[in-house]
């Protein structure tokens, strides 16, 4: 994995599909054409990463319609959450493990952030460890997102960079994190869910920091590293160096742009 993210990495970009411009398009209008143009790369055979969230929904639904038409065989997918796992057996699509297939074929999922780099960020549907596993060990990982996602640096949106922590002593982990980047102005909230405000549990049974930060962070790998140094710490949310397609949809069509 590369140490600097001076440059942006050598890609080339395809697909220009036009949207009729008589269409007025919504965000889940555009989720869905991306997911679609994605499983376009799925072939017969193949191990798959099964993503989480409202766009990699979209793809699993195509998949499984796929299956059923008998456009797609022998498909396996691997699913990064329990709410995928039941979203694709509802689809009966044939469902396996990383201890049974630790290569993958393909991943599909989308992104909370999408910087120039396409470096992300995801897990704010609290999935991220098991995406960053699964996604992880796949000869190539397609990233699916509305161009609302796009950012100039990783945290630009203002919104939540999740870190997955043991529940225990949980406030003396969020400090530390906080303190980690207090150089960027940064606020870390747990997680809450409910009238009664109780912790967000992930399938793994830990807990969900969220990071807000007002500046631009810096060097992704010293961040992540630092993050991971901290002992109950699980595992953060930036997906650096891993997205080898990034799929964008947007008013004006699909842009499909790939890692060199």
Known sequence: MALAYSKKPTTTTTGIMPSPPQLLLTQDDLKKIAAYKAVEFVESGMVLGLGTGSTAKHAIDRIGELLHQGK??????????KKTHEQALSLGIPLSDLDTHPVLDLAIDGADEVDPHMNLVKGRGGSLLREKMIEGCCKKFIVIVDATKLVDYIG??????????????????????RSLFKHAGCVAKLRVVGENGEPYVTDNGNYVVDLYFEKDIGDLVAAGDAMLRLAGVVEHGMFIDMATTLIVAGELGVTVKNKC
């Open 72 to 81: 797609l065989t022998n498909i396996i997918g691997i699913p990064t959450s």
């Open 156 to 177: 630009g949106s203002g919104l939540a960079l999740p870190v997955e922590i043991v529940p225990f002593c949980w406030r003396f982990t969020a400090e530390k994190l």
